[in-house]
C-alpha cells in the first residue's frame, strides 16, 4: 500500500504545475521529483521507508544539508511547506481509494 501511496504523491507533484523551493532557489516539478527520487532511493536502498509518511518525513520535507523546509508554491498562492501540502494530498487518495475499494467489496448476506 505505501508504494502506491508514494507513486500517487509522485505522480501528483509531477503533475501539480507548482514550483518547489529547495534551499533558497526555485525549481519546476519535474526537477522537484527527480530530487526527491533521489532521497527516496537511498532511503530505499537504507530500510527507512515503510510508510507514505516515512517517505513525506525523510525525502520531502525538508533539505538534509541546511535543515531548511522545502516549499511548494502554486499559481498565484502563497508557498507553503511540502510536509503539510503532501500529507493533505496523501489524506484524499487514502479516502478516494477507501470509497473505491468499498463500491468494489462484494456484498456479504
Given amino acids: 500500500m505505501a508504494h502506491q501511496e508514494i507513486d500517487h ?3 501528483y507533484l509531477k503533475g501539480s504545475g507548482c514550483q ?7 525549481y519546476t516539478p519535474r ?3 527527480d530530487h ?3 532521497k527516496y532511493q537511498y532511503l530505499i536502498h537504507h530500510d527507512m521507508v515503510n510508510t ?5 518525513k525523510y525525502a520531502a520535507t525538508e533539505s538534509r544539508w541546511s ?9 498565484d498562492g502563497a508557498a507553503q511547506e511540502t510536509g503539510p501540502w503532501f500529507r493533505a494530498e496523501l489524506q484524499k487518495f487514502r479516502k478516494v481509494g477507501m470509497t473505491a475499494s468499498a463500491r468494489q467489496a462484494p456484498a456479504t448476506h
Fill in 31 to 33: 526537477e522537484a521529483v
Fill in 36 to 38: 526527491i527520487n533521489g
Fill in 9 to 11: 504523491l509522485f505522480v
Fill in 67 to 75: 535543515g531548511k523546509p522545502y516549499l511548494v508554491k502554486c499559481g
Fill in 52 to 56: 507514505a509518511e516515512d517517505f513525506i
Fill in 20 to 26: 518547489f523551493s529547495r534551499n533558497g532557489s526555485w
